[in-house]
């Protein structure tokens, strides 16, 4: 049983490029969570998505940030124009509506 | 919203040593996470406490929850050093993480 799968591990960009990180969910799973981690620090909800729905954003900034969870294929999480405050850990966690949650390895984006 | 607060956030010890981490939480919260995450690694998935009064134990470790209190605990018992990580606590729905504690045990 695959877990969740994130990809890039890493990935570098300059000032004003776009990253786009994937997330593939545990096979069954609808429910997709994002989070951001700075160095030292604890997570950071971002967003929360069920198949094809935005259910709570409360924590993606207003500009620049976007994601989605199509019916077929991973979720995304889209940084347009990154910045180098942009430059975190991103961890994408998965369940099937219950818990515990599953999380990926990670990507480390950096912004240049 | 939820806000989730650790101490200590460091915490050196000897191997062999009992300690305790807290966790505070300021609101109503349906459930209550604990993770262990290694540098540069995913976070895993230690236990989950459901309701108040509820006590888990994995190993070295035993997790409790006092809702009535908003207070949770992880308490390692003669810790060793493959034990050392950064432990995070977690609430509500959205899983709102605290900062988490770094802890080192000592050879």
């Known amino acids: 049983n695959a877990g969740v799968m994130q990809n890039p591990r890493h990935l570098v960009r300059r000032r004003g490029q776009e990253a786009r990180l994937r997330c593939s969910p545990v096979?069954?799973?609808?429910?997709v969570y994002w989070y951001r981690q700075l160095p030292e620090e604890g997570l950071k909800f971002m967003v929360y998505l069920q198949k094809e729905n935005i259910i709570d954003e409360s924590g993606m900034p207003k500009e620049r940030f976007s994601a989605e969870f199509p019916k077929e294929g991973p979720s995304i999480l889209r940084i347009q124009q990154v910045v180098r405050g942009d430059s975190a850990a991103y961890f994408c966690?998965?369940?099937?509506?219950?818990?515990?949650?599953?999380f990926g390895n990670g990507t480390r984006l950096t912004v240049t | 919203e939820l806000k989730v607060e650790q101490n200590p956030l460091f915490l050196s010890m000897q191997e062999g040593k009992n300690y305790t981490i807290y966790c505070n939480y300021s609101t109503t919260s349906d459930r209550l996470y604990w993770y262990r995450q290694d540098p540069g690694k995913s976070l895993e998935s230690l236990f989950v406490?459901?309701?108040?009064?509820a006590v888990k134990q994995e190993g070295r470790l035993m997790a409790s929850l006092d809702t009535k209190a908003r207070l949770s605990t992880l308490h390692i018992t003669a810790a060793v050093h493959d034990l050392s990580a950064t432990y995070f606590c977690a609430g509500d729905d959205k899983i709102i993480f605290g900062k988490g504690t770094r802890l080192h045990i000592l050879p």
């Open positions: 406490l459901l309701s108040n009064g």
């Open positions: 966690a998965s369940s099937p509506g219950g818990i515990p949650l599953h």
């Open positions: 096979k069954g799973h609808s429910h």
